[in-house]
């Protein structure tokens, strides 16, 4: 690391940076590990030592994720980052992080959905409930949840159209 600080842009820099990380994943030192991963792929970023970085910083990320309680900013932190390395990764590493952000994706959608249906009780009103499921199918128009919403929402605007017909 100090052979590093001294000669950051050294030919051999983005190889050593890599062990580094290496190391810090070793010692179970995810959040540091990613931190050397994204120097490295900050300092040297079209070298052949980032392209590995960028795939191994997305399976730690996902360690740091499944490890720690869920978090809401911590997810949408890493379905960003999976975005972004889809862009810039190697073909081969392309499935696997595509699985990742599918994964996160899905937390997420989950999150939203129990959120949205938190509204849905007989202690809200059906007003809350239709606007908390139509703002859940506005930000996760896909989610496999989207089909039971839907029908939810023409539930709940069908119930008020019926009390207020029948005065």
């Not at 995810?30 to 191994?56: C, F, G, M, Q, W």
């Not at 399976?59 to 379905?79: C, G, H, K, P």
């Not at 999150?111 to 809200?124: N, P, V």
């Amino acid at each position: 690391e100090k052979c590093i600080l001294r000669a950051p842009g050294a030919k051999w820099a983005p190889e050593a940076m890599l062990i580094i990380a290496g190391l810090r994943e070793d010692e179970g030192k995810y959040v540091e590990a990613v931190k050397v991963y994204e120097n490295l792929r900050n300092l040297h970023p079209d070298s052949n030592e980032a392209k590995t970085a960028i795939a191994r910083e997305a399976a730690v990320r996902m360690l740091v994720l499944r490890e720690r309680e869920y978090n809401r900013a911590r997810s949408r932190d890493t379905a960003d980052f999976m975005r972004l390395a889809l862009k810039s990764c190697r073909p081969d590493d392309a499935a696997a992080i595509q699985g990742y952000l599918d994964e996160v994706t899905g937390l997420l959608d989950e999150e939203a959905y129990r959120g949205a249906k938190f509204y849905d009780s007989k202690t809200r009103t059906k007003r809350s409930a239709v606007a908390a499921y139509e703002q859940f199918l506005k930000e996760h128009p896909l989610s496999p949840h989207a089909d039971e919403v839907r029908a939810r929402i023409e539930e709940l605007k069908g119930a008020d159209e019926k009390r207020d017909a029948n005065p």
